[in-house]
């Protein structure tokens, strides 16, 4: 389990059709961390009360990293690091 903090910044729901052909939602929120420029979409819940676009958030998140090949979902390396201090600090 990890620890997500950062500010909200987009809240979809996403349309899919499911392998069945039927139709499913999900929600993902985008998540902008601490230190960083780039959102990252997290899955979560529909009926989740996380916060408003705008509001610093603190999630606990599971981490499941994989792509799509070829119409097949394949296993994917995830690099965590701490990053080194700037300036000497």
Same mark, same amino acid.
């Given at each position: 389990?990890?620890?997500?903090? #950062?500010?909200?910044?987009?809240?979809?729901?996403?349309?899919?059709? !499911?392998?069945? &052909?039927?139709? &499913? *939602?999900? !929600?993902? =929120?985008?998540?902008?961390? *601490? &230190?960083?420029? @780039?959102?990252?979409?997290?899955?979560?819940?529909?009926?989740?009360?996380?916060? %408003?676009?705008?509001?610093?958030?603190? =999630? /606990?998140?599971?981490?499941?990293?994989? @792509?799509?090949? *070829? #119409? /097949?979902? !394949?296993?994917? @390396?995830?690099?965590? @690091?701490?990053? %080194?201090? *700037?300036?000497?600090?």
């Amino acid at each position: 389990m990890f620890i997500l903090k #950062g500010t909200i910044k987009d809240d979809k729901i996403e349309k899919f059709t !499911r392998k069945d &052909g039927t139709p &499913g *939602e999900k !929600r993902l =929120l985008y998540m902008e961390p *601490e &230190g960083s420029i @780039y959102p990252v979409p997290v899955d979560v819940p529909q009926d989740a009360k996380l916060g %408003k676009i705008g509001e610093k958030a603190e =999630l /606990k998140v599971e981490i499941f990293p994989f @792509y799509f090949a *070829e #119409g /097949k979902r !394949r296993r994917a @390396y995830l690099s965590i @690091y701490i990053p %080194k201090p *700037e300036n000497g600090k």
